[in-house]
C-alpha cells in the first residue's frame, strides 16, 4: 500500500492544551476512525454556557469517511459529547459493556437510543474498519472496563492508550494487559499518543488498593454513620467501601442520583459485587442503630446540588448528618472547586461530624487514576515508538511528558507538541506537522449547540459587571418632538428606590441632549442614540464609577 | 473598677469564617479600641463587585466611643478597607513604620491622607486609650514589622497575636518577642484572639531562611535571564532575591507597580537592604548580559494584568523572556487562582522558558508566613488563656484550632467560636457569648460603598446566563392600540442575526398577546406586561431552552 499516495493522518479536535472533551482521529484516506466524544464544563468567563464539546465540523464534512466512533471509556471526559455530538451526526459507536451501558443511559435521556449502532467490544476484539484494523489492551484506569488502541494501518502502528496508570494490585481483578503492549511495542510502534493528566507528577502512582486499607481503618474507628463520598464512577472504590461496610455489618444506602444509577448498571453488568441484603433504602436509614450504616454518596467536589452538599446544609429530606457521624472525602478536589469543596467541610463540621478531607495523599483516602512520571515511562518504554504524541493535557502536562519521551530515547525531533486541529501527517514513514483542520468549543447553551458566540458572551460579561439601562422615548414622525418618555428602566445596575434623584438626573440629560441635537438639526435616529448613550454614560460612570450596558430605544409614531 | 456594671466585650467585625477583612473589636465600656481594617476579593458570585469591606455601623453608631484603630500589619486583609471605612467614619490610626508607610500610599491615592491622623509605634509603645491600654509584642511573618498587642482593662488582659509564625532564623534580624509573650502569659491572660489561618496544617512552618537556600541555588543554576515572582509586600523574601543576585553577579530590575511602591518605602524605611548600583531599569534589561540579570516582578497568583501575566503573553513593552530564561514563582497558588496560576505556566513553557512552579513544600521556593499546628500550640502554651477566641479564619480552622486549645490544657467550656458580629461579654471573670452586633460584608462597586444589595445582584446573575430582552410598545391613550412597535431589543441572549425567524415570531406573539388581552378587557399595563412576559418566556424557553431577563416597556402617547 505504501507509495499509493495515500497518507496517515493523526490529530486532535479535543483534548490537547485543556483537560476535557477528547476527541481524537486517526485517518488514512478514505477511512476515518474517531476515538472518544467527551465534554468539557465552562470556566467562570463563559457565562450561561452550559458544556463545552468539540466542534465536528471537520467530521461533517468528511460524513461519508467515518467508519467509527471508539469509546476507550465511561468517564464524562471520553462520553459527555455524545448526546450532542450524535444529534448533529450519526456514527456506530463502539465500547466495552460499562462503558455502553453508562452511554445508553446518557442516550436513553436525549432520546438517542433507538436511532444509535452501539456495539460491544472487549480488549480481544479486532475492528476492521476500511484500511484501518483495531486492536485493544486492557488498562488500569479508575473505572473498570478501559481500553488502549493499537491501530494497524498500511503506514504502521498507531497506539492510543486511553487514560491509564499501572495498578499491579487492581481491584476486583482489573489487570492490565501488559503483555500484549509489550509485544504491540515489540513489533513496532509508528507513534504514540499517551495521555499526559499527571505528566508534572514525579514517581508513580499508588495502587487503589492501599485506599481500601484507609477506608477499613475508618470504618473500623467511626462508632455512628458513615458518610462516604466519591465519584459515582470509580467502581473499584465503591467495591472497596462495600467490601470496608460487609468487614464491619454495616449495611449501605445510596444517595445522589449519579451513585444509584452507576451501581445499577455496575451491578447489572457484574462489574461490582454486593452482598445479598446489604442494602437499604435512604428512608430506612434512620431505623437502623448509627453504627450498622454506611451512606454511599456523591459530592465529593462540593457541587452545590449533590447529595453530600444537601446533606452538609441539612437540606437532605431522608438522611441527616449528626454530631459524632464520620464524613469521608475520598477525592482530591479538582481545580476550581477548591472553594467549594471548603464550604461544605466548613458546614460539615458546623454539624458536628468528623470529617476526613483534603490531598488524598494526606488522608490516604484517594488515588489518582493517571500514570506519574514512572508510568508514562514505562508505558514508552513498552511501546517504544517511533513519533510520539502526548495527548490529554494542558500545555505544560504534554510538554513536561515530551521531556520524559527524550530521557527514555524518543529522538526529540520526533515528539509532536499539538493543539486542537494541528495535523501530524506521516507519509512514507516520515512525519510532519504543517497542516490544520477546524476545530475548536463547540458551546452548548441550553438546546442551542453552538449557537452562542463572542458577541453573546461579551454582551453577558457586560450585563454581569454593571446590569444594563434602558432609555425609551417616542418621538412624534412629522415634527421629531418627544411625545412620550424618556423612560428610563435598570436592572443590575442600582437599587432603584434608593437611586431616584440619579435616575430623574438621568432622565433630565436624555431630554435635554435630544433636544439640543434637534436643535442642531440631527434627527436620524442612529445618531441620537449615540449622543444619548455618550451623554448618559458618561454621567453615570462620573457619578457612581460603573459603565452599564446602555440601550437607548426610539419609537416613533 | 470591678462591679462598676460595666463589662468587656469582644468581637469580630470580619475575619471569621472567612479568610480577609480582618476587624476586631475590644470595648469597655465606653472605651472602644479597633484592630484591623481589612479588605477581600469577592468570589464569582458577587458580580461586577470591585471589593468587599466590613459593615461598621456598629462603631458609626458608637463613634464618640472610639478610641483608635491599631493596624497589626501591613498586608490587604488588614489595611485594605481603610480608603473606604475612613471616608465614612474618621479615626486616628496607629500602627508600626512600615505599616504606615504602606498605608499612606493607599490613602494618598484616594486622597485622605490630609485628613488621617497615622500615629508611628513601636513594640515599646504604650497608648492609654480611655479605660484600655495597649502593649504590644513583635510576631515573624510574611512582611516586616508585625505586632501582637495585650489590652489591659479592669477585666484582665485581652491577647490579639496579630498574623504570626515562629521564625527561629527570620531574615533581617526580625526576630519575635517571645520572652515578652512569656511574661504576658505569666502574669495572667483573660482571653487569647488567636489566628487560625494554618490550623489544618500539622507540624512547624519552615523558616523563611529555606527558602533563601533555595533561591541561591536556583540562582547559581541559571544560565540566563532569572524572573522571580512573589508577593510584593514579602519584604524577607525580596532581600532574599537581593542577596542571591549580589552573591550571583546579577543586577535586579522591578517590574510591577505593586513591587516598585513597595521596595520604594521599604527601602526608604530601611527594611530592605539594596547594594550601590544593583538596581537598574527595565528598558536596561535588554543591553545587559542574561547571565547577569535577575527581574523581580508581581504576578506570582496569575493575575491578568501583573507584569508576569503579561510577561507570559509577550505583551510586555520592556522586556521578553526568551528561550532558556528561568521563571520563578515563588508562591503558593491561593485556592480560587490555581486556574490562572496554571494558564500562566502554559504560556511561559510555550515561550521556551525553564519554570519553577506548584507547591512551596515541593519546589522549597516558598513557605507559609503562618503558624503551623505546633507553633499555635506554642502561642497558647505561652498565653495559657483563661478564655479562647480563634480568629482569623475560615469556620474549620477556628474548629481545629479549638480543639488544639483543648489539647494543651483550655476548657472546651471556655472556647468560643465565633461569626462576625457575635459578641463575647467578660464581667467579673465570667464569659458568656449570647448577643450579636451589625456586622457582614459591605460591597464596593465603582464609587459606591454598599449601595449593591442582594436585588441588584440577583439581576445581574440573571442577566449574565442568559442574556436580556427588551419589548417595547407604544399604545395610544384614548383607545389603547399599538400605535409604534412592537420592538424587540436583545443583549447577551441569541446571535440576533442567525435568529431573526425567532424573534419575528416573538414580535408576532407580543402584538397578538395584547390584541387577546385587549379583547378581554384587559388595559392595565401592569397586567398586560405580565401577560407579554409569560407568553414570550414560555415560547423563547420552548424554542431555546434559556430563560433571559425579559422587559416588557409600554410608552402611551
Not at 442494602?279 to 459530592?299: F, H, Q, S
Request: proline letters at 4%; one cysteine or more.
Amino acid at each position: 500500500m505504501k507509495g499509493s499516495g495515500q497518507k496517515l493522518s493523526i490529530f486532535a479536535l479535543g483534548g490537547v492544551n485543556e483537560i476535557g472533551k477528547n476527541m481524537y482521529v486517526v485517518q488514512y484516506g478514505k477511512d476515518i476512525v474517531v476515538i472518544d466524544c467527551g465534554s468539557k464544563f465552562p470556566d467562570e468567563s463563559l457565562l450561561g454556557i452550559d458544556l463545552i464539546i468539540p466542534d465536528i465540523s471537520y467530521l461533517m464534512q468528511n460524513r461519508d469517511k467515518v467508519r467509527a466512533l471508539i469509546i476507550t471509556h465511561g468517564h464524562e471526559d471520553h462520553i459527555g459529547g455524545l448526546p450532542y455530538v450524535l444529534k448533529q451526526m450519526n456514527m456506530p459507536v463502539y465500547g466495552t459493556r460499562l462503558t455502553l451501558g453508562l452511554i445508553e443511559a446518557k442516550l436513553r435521556e436525549a432520546r438517542l437510543l433507538g436511532q444509535t449502532k452501539l456495539i460491544p467490544i472487549d480488549s480481544d476484539s479486532r475492528l476492521e474498519l476500511g484500511s484501518i484494523t483495531a486492536a485493544f489492551f486492557k488498562t488500569n484506569h479508575s473505572i473498570p472496563d478501559c481500553l488502549g488502541i493499537a491501530f494497524e494501518t498500511p503506514e504502521g502502528t498507531v497506539v492510543h492508550t486511553g487514560d491509564f496508570k499501572f495498578d499491579l494490585t487492581p481491584v476486583n481483578e482489573q489487570y492490565a494487559d501488559i503483555h500484549k503492549m509489550a509485544d504491540i511495542g515489540k513489533n513496532g510502534v509508528l507513534a504514540l499518543l499517551s495521555e499526559s493528566t499527571n505528566a508534572e507528577r514525579p514517581g508513580f502512582t499508588p495502587s487503589e488498593r492501599n485506599v481500601g486499607e484507609h477506608i477499613l481503618e475508618a470504618f473500623r474507628k467511626a462508632r455512628q454513620k458513615i458518610f462516604f463520598s466519591t465519584f459515582a464512577s470509580n467502581v473499584h472504590r465503591l467495591q472497596q467501601v462495600i467490601d470496608a461496610a460487609a468487614a464491619t455489618r454495616r449495611k449501605i444506602a445510596l444517595l445522589g442520583r449519579g451513585m444509584e444509577n452507576v451501581v445499577a448498571i455496575a451491578a447489572e453488568l457484574g462489574y461490582i459485587r454486593i452482598p445479598e441484603g446489604m442494602m437499604v433504602k435512604p428512608e430506612e436509614v434512620n431505623g437502623l442503630p448509627p453504627g450498622r450504616i454506611a451512606v454511599l454518596c456523591t459530592g465529593s467536589q462540593g457541587e452545590p446540588m449533590s447529595a453530600l452538599s444537601r446533606l452538609a446544609g441539612s437540606m437532605h429530606r431522608q438522611v441527616a448528618i449528626l454530631p459524632g457521624d464520620t464524613v469521608i472525602l475520598s477525592a482530591t478536589p479538582i481545580p476550581g472547586n477548591e472553594r467549594s469543596v471548603a464550604r461544605m467541610v466548613d458546614n460539615l463540621y458546623r454539624l458536628g461530624a468528623e470529617v476526613i478531607y483534603g490531598s488524598g495523599t494526606v488522608t490516604g483516602m484517594h488515588v489518582s487514576g493517571h500514570a506519574s512520571q514512572e508510568e508514562l515511562k514505562l508505558m514508552l518504554t513498552l511501546m517504544k515508538p517511533k513519533y510520539f504524541i502526548p495527548i490529554h493535557g494542558e500545555f505544560r502536562m504534554l510538554h513536561l511528558h515530551g521531556r520524559l519521551a527524550e530521557t527514555v530515547g524518543v529522538d526529540p525531533g520526533h515528539i509532536f507538541i499539538v493543539g486542537n486541529g494541528d495535523v501530524v501527517d506521516i507519509e512514507n514513514g516520515t512525519a510532519v506537522q504543517a497542516r490544520k483542520v477546524q476545530a475548536g468549543n463547540t458551546l452548548v447553551d441550553g438546546w442551542g449547540i453552538g449557537d452562542v458566540g463572542s458577541i453573546v458572551l461579551r454582551d453577558r460579561k457586560h450585563l454581569s459587571e454593571d446590569g444594563m439601562l434602558v432609555v425609551v422615548v417616542t418621538l412624534s414622525r412629522t415634527e421629531g418632538q418627544i411625545v412620550s418618555g424618556p423612560d428610563i428602566i435598570s436592572r443590575g445596575f442600582v437599587y432603584v428606590r434608593e437611586s431616584e434623584s440619579l435616575l430623574e438626573e438621568a432622565n433630565r440629560l436624555v431630554a435635554e441632549t435630544i433636544a439640543r441635537l434637534q436643535a442642531e438639526n440631527v434627527y436620524q435616529w442612529s445618531a441620537l442614540k449615540i449622543g444619548v448613550k455618550d451623554v448618559l454614560g458618561r454621567y453615570l460612570y462620573e457619578s457612581t464609577g460603573r459603565k452599564p450596558v446602555i440601550l437607548p430605544i426610539i419609537m416613533e409614531i
